[in-house]
């Protein structure tokens, strides 16, 4: 009897560990509604229709780091924590005299190997462009479709093996994650490089509205779910992304935004959701503002930017694959925990008879 009821508390534990996502759903304002951000001056920092929770924090275009403190209806109050501390990105020759990209400590090969591989999918398949679209919402048909395809046309002409999954994960409700997940998983036994999951934000055009290059963007907000194991690596990627537009593409970034929720980001350390523009904005700018995010990813990732080449695929650095085992961690320590539990149980119990 105890040896089954053992069985049991342990299916019961690993079916919570794996499905400890499932829990921290990501969340959104009501339709027509959205988040403002503000410091302790009432100067607007951010909007956003993520639904936005006293913890979360924001890295701005000058990378002044924020952190909400109240929520009073849908203003949150935020104090200020100073300036984050950036990635040094630093150009480097390797020793076939082809130019590479120096990440800290690391030095990242540029020629030889496999073309490095990125996934591309869209957890909110109904998201669209009013000004383009007619409508913010296209069950199962959205405009966001339009901007991840573009996305993923500018990757092939860089070199890059993309792994595009346009399913249809409807409706747009705190289950979407879940139903994506499956997406994510397929896609993540591809090994890519890096994987996007793509939105669109739903505030006032100004927010996104940019011009890079002289051409109409939207910028791009990268969005790091700070519930699940890796979000510390998710977030050092982000800032690597975010750095690499400042210096390529100033204009481009709309910031971090790190959220309660974990956005399937616990699948793996290079999970990143970015929000290309507004339902308010044009779709042909945040088309736009997708392809030149497209053209800094070669550096991005450390590998040639030659069209049609075949760099070498960057490995995990020691600090991601660390993090990457931070799942199974989690579900040591929940089982620790429970047997523990379980234990100490079954000898009160003893104790009990025995007196």
């Known amino acids: ?3 089954s009821v053992l069985v049991i508390i342990l ?9 400890l996502n499932s829990s921290s ?11 403002t951000l503000v410091d302790e001056h009432n100067n607007i920092i951010h909007q956003t229709s993520i639904k936005v929770q006293v913890g979360d924090e924001y890295i701005s275009e000058d990378n002044s780091r924020y952190e909400v403190v109240e929520i009073i209806g849908y203003t949150a109050r935020c104090k200020y924590k100073g300036k984050e501390k950036m990635p040094d990105l630093k150009l480097k020759e390797d020793k076939n005299k082809k130019t590479g990209i120096l990440l800290g400590e690391e030095a990242v090969p540029t020629v030889g190997g496999r073309k490095p591989t990125i996934a591309v999918y869209c957890t909110h398949s109904d998201e669209s462009y009013v000004p383009t679209d007619g409508t913010e919402s296209k069950p199962g048909n959205g405009g966001i479709y339009d901007v991840a395809e573009a996305f993923v046309r500018e990757l092939k002409n860089k070199g890059f093996d993309v792994k595009y999954d346009n399913n249809n994960h409807n409706p747009h409700d705190i289950n979407a994650y879940n139903r994506s997940r499956k997406t994510a998983v397929k896609l993540l036994r591809e090994n890519p490089d890096a994987i996007f999951d793509v939105h669109r934000d739903a505030v006032p055009p100004g927010q996104y509205q940019s011009k890079v290059e002289g ?5 791009i ?13 998710n977030l050092e990627f982000a ?15 709309n910031g971090i935004f790190i959220g309660r929720g974990d956005y399937n980001q616990d699948l793996s350390p290079r999970a990143m959701l970015i929000e290309v523009g507004a339902h308010t904005n044009d779709k042909n700018d945040a088309i736009e503002g997708i392809k030149q995010f497209a053209d800094i990813m070669p550096e991005i990732l ?14 995990l650095t020691a600090s991601e694959n660390k993090s990457a085992y931070g799942t199974v961690i989690a579900v040591i320590v929940v089982l620790a925990a429970a047997l523990g539990g379980y234990y100490l149980l079954n000898q009160g119990t003893a104790g009990k008879r025995n007196g």
């Open 1 to 3: 009897m105890r040896n």
């Open 302 to 315: 450390g590998v040639g930017n030659e069209k049609g080449a075949a760099p070498a695929k960057k490995p």
């Open 221 to 233: 907000k990268l969005v790091v779910g700070r519930s699940n194991p890796n979000a510390k690596t």
């Open 215 to 219: 051409k109409e963007v939207t910028k």
């Open 239 to 253: 800032k690597r992304i975010k750095a690499v537009m400042d210096k390529e593409k100033p204009g481009l970034s």
């Open 25 to 35: 759903a990501h969340e959104e304002a009501p339709p027509g509604n959205y988040y």
């Open 11 to 19: 299916v019961l534990v690993f079916t919570l560990a794996l499905n």
